[in-house]
Nanobody, 117 residues
Framework: QVQFVESGGGLVQPGGSLRLSCAAS????????MAWHRQAPGKQRELVAF???????NYADFVKGRFTISRDNAKKTLYLQMNSLKPEDTAVYYC???????????WGQGTQVTVSS
């Protein structure tokens, strides 16, 4: 059974930083590209960044230069380092396998990121 458990969110001031983690189970983690998505209130879920199985990365324009995606295959964990956070980054952040489109229909509970002064 596929399971994603996101953590690391919280309340941070504009310009601050957070590091999100996503622990995956039930999949051969190293074989999949992995991605972070986010959903703000009243908006559709959108892709933030993905990392391929061999470490190639791709970012949405609105996070380029501020966010860094990485993975630890031994720990089956995906990370998202978020710097220079803006109020518009406020959302629930989710992870899933895949690149532009999620591989699995099941999602974790997500982790809430709130950027506010």
């Amino acid at each position: 059974q596929v399971q994603f458990v996101e953590s690391g969110g919280g309340l941070v001031q504009p310009g601050g930083s957070l590091r999100l983690s996503c622990a995956a189970s039930g999949i051969i983690f190293r074989a999949y590209a992995m991605a972070w998505h986010r959903q703000a209130p009243g908006k559709q879920r959108e892709l933030v960044a993905f990392i391929t199985s061999d470490g190639g990365t791709n970012y949405a324009d609105f996070v380029k230069g501020r966010f860094t995606i990485s993975r630890d295959n031994a720990k089956k964990t995906l990370y998202l380092q978020m710097n220079s956070l803006k109020p518009e980054d406020t959302a629930v952040y989710y992870c899933n396998a895949g690149t532009h489109h999620p591989v699995f229909s099941s999602w974790g509970q997500g982790t809430q990121v709130t950027v506010s002064s």
